[in-house]
């Protein structure tokens, strides 16, 4: 009798791998010496997703709940999601020797999000000693702040702990409420946000950054990503700035001007995927908790620790708006072309996107009785693998925490890497003749 193999192309590989850490993240993390309280099995599930999404969100206090050795497994879990598997796998065959293959090669593009197979392998390499760096410093920086408050062992392992937190987007602190306690303090401000922006950007950014130096010889998508994100950011903290200056449960408590501008700062650039706050989530006011959740859906870059559809998306999106309001043919940005291919990507991520958090949106109007804002800010959150909340998460029913549980799953891999893991790819033999249609 014959065994046949089952032959998984790239997609379904990383997401059945995907899921393996999750459930082995599960398992250590409901062992009785990973945690100080009793912890169900969807309460363990949720944080090891979240953790491995490199979320944020959290069901029970990381800081409380949880044993050291339960928070080394959160961080690692971190790591491991915000680095790749398929990197640390790639990392394991070079100390061995061995060679990479096509189909690895395929597999890790695709856990990437890179557009071609050259230079992939390089980009791993680079990929690890950009972030042990970048993190190693940071652990260094952030223990001159929490040393001295909270002793050697104390101070270096917070420090430790956020570094990798931070630059991962995942947005877990071993504090029952984040960063706040840090809200006027530059130290702690510029080196999170640092790292959370840095690791938001894209690691084939930090390398074409590295290689070339200029900014005039940067690709198209570098320069879309570090012109994009400048932008936004500033934008945000205008905005941010604008509508919580009065209000008396953020902004309005901080009495200098430069503390009202450190938590503006903050608060505008964390939703780009990174999770920690300075500020009480559930105390904004409306109109600003309506501008997070587009940051929060538009995320960060590709090839990045972070989620959401995209900063490159979301632009290619809006070109194509405009080119067709202009009526031109041809999407430009740069004096480069954008291919057809590329904006029915974008089309097809959005779309995709959308459906999946109205669906979930949909489902937890039914299950949970929280308000619809609040509601709708924890699933977008979770898509954009944020880790904000407005408070609702450890109340959630368990059909509720096992929705948010695919929706940041769905997050972290790309709705279009989960749809092509079940989807069979069709080729074109017959080209019909076309026929106009009314739309609009």
Do not use: C
Not at 189 to 196: A, E, H, W
Not at 216 to 229: A, D, F, N, R
Not at 395 to 418: A, C, E, H, Q, Y
């Amino acid at each position: 009798m014959k065994l046949k193999y089952i032959r998984l192309d790239p997609s379904q590989l990383l997401v059945l791998v995907f899921l393996f850490f999750i459930t082995l993240g599960t398992i250590l993390l409901k062992f009785p010496f990973s945690t100080t309280n009793s912890v169900s099995w969807t309460n363990a599930l949720f944080t090891a997703t979240s953790a491995m999404t490199v979320t944020g969100l959290a069901v029970v206090d990381t800081g409380i709940d949880y044993t050291t050795f339960g928070q080394l497994v959160i961080l690692l879990l971190i790591q491991v999601g915000g680095l790749g598997i398929m990197s640390f796998a790639v990392l394991i065959f070079i100390m061995l020797g061995k060679k990479i293959g096509f189909k690895e090669r395929l597999i890790i593009q695709q856990a990437l999000n890179y557009t071609s197979l050259g230079g992939v392998i390089k980009l791993v390499k680079n990929l690890f000693i950009y972030s042990f760096t970048i993190e190693i410093i940071a652990m260094l920086i952030l223990a001159i702040r929490w040393v001295p408050e909270y002793g050697w062992g104390q101070g270096m392992y917070y420090s430790l702990f956020h570094s990798i937190s931070a630059f991962n987007n995942a947005g877990f602190s071993t504090w029952s409420d984040s960063l706040m306690g840090y809200v006027d303090d530059p130290l702690v401000n510029l080196v999170i946000t640092f790292l959370f922006i840095v690791g938001g950007i894209g690691f084939t950014v930090l390398s074409d950054i590295w290689q070339k130096r200029s900014f005039k010889k940067l690709s198209l998508h570098s320069k879309i990503m570090i012109g994009g994100t400048l932008v936004l950011n500033l934008l945000a903290m205008i905005i941010v700035f604008t509508l919580e200056f009065y209000n008396p449960n953020t902004l309005g408590t901080l009495s200098s001007l430069g503390d009202k501008l450190w938590a503006s700062y903050f608060q505008a650039v964390t939703p780009r995927t990174a999770g920690f706050n300075t500020l009480d989530i559930g105390s904004l006011h409306e109109s600003t908790i309506a501008f997070m959740l587009l940051l929060m859906f538009v995320g960060a870059g590709s090839a990045s620790t972070g989620g959401g559809i995209k900063l490159t998306t979301f632009v290619v999106i809006i070109l194509s708006v405009l080119t067709f309001l202009r009526q031109k043919r041809q999407v430009t940005i740069g004096n480069r072309a954008i291919r057809d291919m590329i904006i029915f990507r974008s089309l097809a991520i959005t779309t995709i996107s959308i459906f999946f958090v109205f669906l979930a949106v949909f489902i937890l109007n039914i299950t949970e009785s929280e308000p619809f804002l609040k509601i709708l800010f924890e699933i977008i959150s979770a898509f954009g693998t944020v880790g904000l909340s407005m408070g609702i998460t450890a109340d959630l029913s368990d059909i509720g925490k096992i929705i948010i549980v695919f929706i940041m799953f769905l997050g972290k891999i790309g709705p279009l890497t989960l749809a092509f893991s079940f989807a069979k790819p069709e080729q074109e033999k017959i080209r019909y003749p076309s026929e106009d249609i009314l739309t609009g």
